[in-house]
């Protein structure tokens, strides 16, 4: 790439490297393409939505270096050079993480189309304030649209998550066998001393319930 | 929609971004955070042939303070960096701009939008607008002729419309001195939303506290731009002694004296309203710090 020229007309497409879910990906594409439509029709990373491509909804809602971004409002070529994370990245296998459990537990979703982005929101904004109140919860998911659940059951699923997560740092932190206070995930209790402090829940998940969907 | 094709371009400099913008003429435009620009390239309001990215110019990114206690505000800086940004790099001088970013849009638009951006896009009722008019902030911008500063009172010439030539780049700006007693409120009808009416003051208390020796009153939502309002400023410094009474009368003056349009977001009668209780909450606010 030569200082500031051209290096490509219009019709031509452009040379990109993304970086995904820790992967990196070649691609050649037309730079008219916005990050969702480069992870969809691209990646085939069908899981990230879009909706209604100017900023309001929210479906499209991926993390770009660890914070929320709409992935409509941005070209593809704007993400070079940064981590992108998308919905595909949060369980493990068909093992939901402590976020999708805790979704599913309270009802968070009904059709689901909303769902990519609000999961992806909620982990981006709970990294950056894990104290975060419920009012604040409140206020951040007021950032995406759900015509379905009424938003109230994904307040409670992100407070809950958070509450747990922190509930889990706590006893760590105590050097307590036990996360979360109770013990219901019994298998992961001998392992919750080695997990790192921040990647607690993702690995140790504090929901009774593992639902593959 | 998806956009119309173009050729994309990333400025390494600004003096390579602007030499290019003058070489490539009306087909260019600059995209920064792209929260306003790439919404209406989607739906072909804007298609530009070319685009230059000035996203990845990290020295236009930042807070600092001069030694006569002036905010230098990068042009890249983000709405979510100014809301979270530490004390000292913000301090009470300047906590009405952090307290102000709550009401930009939703946490994954001030994520990528920028100061620049909403400045350089000018609508009526962007806060960053509105903050610039209140507190008398200079916007420096750099053109294939160099650098220019340009006051906030001269930058805002109409809808989404600016002082700034189409070659040249807004790189910083520069709020000139602390206001420890402004604030901004406004009313939207849902939360995130541009406002239909924001109103901001920067209050300057005598000592002791008696009457205000200055005061500055300014609207979003009822002009082209955002406006001061001396007839409400005048209201305070000479309406004797601070208190909700004196609030309510000043936001009564600036509801009187201004002529807001009567559109989809509301009537004229509306928005007077709406201006006679933001003005005066907004007093409240600023006293409060
Ligand atoms: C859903 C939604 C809600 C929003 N709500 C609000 C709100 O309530 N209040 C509010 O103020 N804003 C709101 N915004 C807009 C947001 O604040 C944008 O960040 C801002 O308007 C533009 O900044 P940007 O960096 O994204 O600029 P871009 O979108 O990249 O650019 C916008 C315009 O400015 C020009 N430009 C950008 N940077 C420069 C520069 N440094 N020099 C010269 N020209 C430049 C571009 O050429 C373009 O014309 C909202 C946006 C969305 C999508
Ligand atoms: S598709 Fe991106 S916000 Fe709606
Ligand atoms: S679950 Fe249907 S839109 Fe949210
Ligand atoms: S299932 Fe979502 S609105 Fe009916
Ligand atoms: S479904 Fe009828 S009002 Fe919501």
């Given at each position: 790439?030569?200082?500031?020229?051209?290096?490509?007309?219009?019709?031509?497409?452009?040379?990109?490297?993304?970086?995904?879910?820790?992967?990196t990906?070649?691609l050649?594409?037309?730079?008219?393409?916005?990050?969702?439509d480069?992870?969809?029709?691209?990646?085939?990373?069908t899981?990230?939505?879009?909706?209604?491509?100017?900023?309001?909804?929210?479906?499209?809602?991926?993390?770009?270096?660890?914070a929320?971004?709409?992935a409509?409002?941005?070209?593809?070529?704007?993400?070079?050079?940064?981590?992108?994370?998308?919905?595909e990245?949060?369980?493990?296998?068909?093992?939901?993480n402590?976020?999708?459990?805790?979704?599913?537990?309270?009802?968070g979703l009904?059709?689901?189309?909303?769902?990519?982005?609000?999961?992806?929101?909620?982990?981006?904004?709970?990294?950056?304030?894990?104290?975060a109140?419920?009012?604040?919860?409140?206020?951040?998911?007021?950032?995406?649209?759900?015509r379905?659940?009424?938003?109230?059951?994904?307040?409670?699923?992100?407070?809950?998550?958070?509450?747990?997560?922190?509930a889990?740092?706590?006893?760590?932190?105590?050097?307590?066998?036990?996360?979360?206070?109770?013990?219901?995930?019994?298998?992961?209790?001998?392992?919750?001393?080695?997990?790192?402090?921040?990647?607690?829940?993702?690995?140790?998940?504090?929901?009774?319930t593992?639902?593959?969907? | 929609?998806?956009?119309?094709?173009?050729?994309y371009?990333r400025?390494?400099?600004?003096?390579?971004?602007?030499?290019?913008?003058?070489e490539?003429?009306?087909?260019?435009?600059?995209?920064?955070?792209?929260?306003?620009l790439?919404?209406m390239?989607?739906?072909?309001?804007?298609?530009?042939?070319?685009?230059?990215?000035?996203?990845?110019?990290?020295?236009?990114?930042?807070?600092?303070?001069?030694?006569g206690?002036?905010?230098?505000?990068?042009?890249?800086?983000?709405?979510?960096?100014?809301?979270?940004?530490?004390?000292?790099?913000?301090?009470?001088?300047?906590?009405?701009?952090?307290?102000?970013?709550?009401?930009?849009?939703?946490?994954?638009?001030?994520?990528?939008?920028?100061?620049?951006?909403?400045?350089?896009?000018?609508?009526?009722?962007?806060?960053?607008?509105?903050?610039?008019?209140?507190?008398?902030?200079?916007?420096?911008?750099h053109?294939?002729?160099?650098e220019?500063r340009?006051?906030?009172?001269e930058?805002?010439?109409?809808?989404?419309?600016?002082?700034?030539?189409p070659?040249?780049?807004?790189?910083?700006?520069?709020?000139?001195?602390?206001?420890?007693?402004?604030?901004?409120t406004?009313?939207?009808e849902?939360q995130?939303?541009?406002?239909?009416?924001?109103?901001?003051?920067?209050?300057?208390?005598?000592?002791g506290?008696?009457?205000?020796?200055?005061?500055?009153?300014?609207?979003?939502?009822v002009?082209?731009?955002p406006?001061?309002?001396?007839?409400?400023?005048?209201?305070?410094?000479?309406?004797?002694?601070?208190?909700?009474?004196?609030?309510?009368?000043t936001?009564?003056?600036?509801?009187?004296?201004?002529?807001?349009?009567?559109?989809g977001?509301?009537?004229?009668?509306?928005?007077?309203?709406?201006?006679?209780?933001?003005?005066?909450?907004?007093?409240?606010?600023?006293?409060?710090?």
């Open positions: 790439m030569t200082d500031n020229a051209p290096e490509h007309t219009a019709q031509q497409r452009q040379l990109l490297s993304l970086d995904v879910n820790g992967e990906h070649e050649l594409t037309e730079p008219r393409r916005t990050l969702v480069v992870l969809r029709h691209d990646l085939r990373l899981g990230t939505h879009v909706g209604c491509e100017h900023g309001i909804c929210g479906a499209c809602t991926v993390l770009l270096d660890g929320p971004v709409r409509c409002l941005m070209f593809a070529a704007q993400a070079e050079g940064k981590e992108i994370r998308t919905v990245s949060l369980a493990d296998g068909t093992r939901l402590d976020l999708q459990q805790a979704f599913s537990e309270h009802h009904q059709c689901g189309f909303c769902t990519p982005g609000f999961l992806m929101l909620a982990e981006g904004f709970l990294a950056e304030r894990p104290e109140s419920k009012e604040e919860i409140r206020e951040v998911v007021a950032s995406n649209l759900c379905c659940t009424g938003y109230q059951t994904i307040v409670e699923a992100i407070d809950d998550c958070a509450a747990r997560r922190r889990a740092l706590r006893s760590r932190l105590e050097g307590t066998a036990h996360h979360n206070g109770d013990s219901r995930d019994s298998e992961d209790e001998n392992t919750s001393e080695t997990v790192p402090p921040g990647a607690a829940c993702e690995e140790v998940p504090c929901g009774s593992t639902r593959s969907r | 929609m998806k956009p119309a094709a173009f050729t371009h400025a390494r400099d600004v003096e390579g971004a602007t030499r290019l913008l003058a490539l003429g009306d087909e260019a435009k600059v995209i920064a955070g792209g929260q306003s790439v919404a390239m989607n739906f072909r309001l804007a298609r530009p042939g070319h685009l230059v990215d000035i996203g990845g110019l990290a020295g236009l990114a930042g807070l600092r303070t001069d030694s206690g002036g905010l230098h505000i990068g042009a890249l800086t983000t709405h979510h960096a100014v809301e979270t940004a530490p004390a000292d790099a913000l301090g009470p001088g300047f906590a009405v701009l952090r307290d102000a970013m709550r009401w930009v849009g939703h946490l994954p638009i001030r994520t990528r939008g920028t100061v620049g951006g909403s400045l350089a896009h000018g609508d009526a009722t962007a806060e960053w607008c509105l903050l610039a008019v209140l507190l008398d902030a200079e916007l420096v911008a053109g294939p002729d160099g220019r340009i006051a906030a009172a930058f805002f010439h109409g809808y989404y419309t600016t002082a700034l030539e070659d040249e780049i807004l790189v910083e700006v520069v709020f000139p001195r602390p206001a420890p007693h402004a604030a901004l406004e009313f939207a849902r995130g939303d541009f406002a239909t009416v924001s109103a901001a003051v920067d209050l300057e208390p005598a000592d506290g008696g009457h205000f020796t200055a005061a500055r009153v300014a609207l979003g939502g002009d082209a731009m406006v001061r309002v001396p007839e409400a400023e005048d209201a305070l410094v000479s309406g004797g002694a601070p208190g909700p009474e004196l609030y309510a009368r936001a009564a003056v600036a509801a009187e004296s201004v002529d807001p349009p009567s559109d977001n509301g009537s004229a009668h509306y928005r007077r309203v709406l201006i006679r209780t933001l003005v005066a909450r907004a007093c409240e606010e600023a006293m409060a710090r």
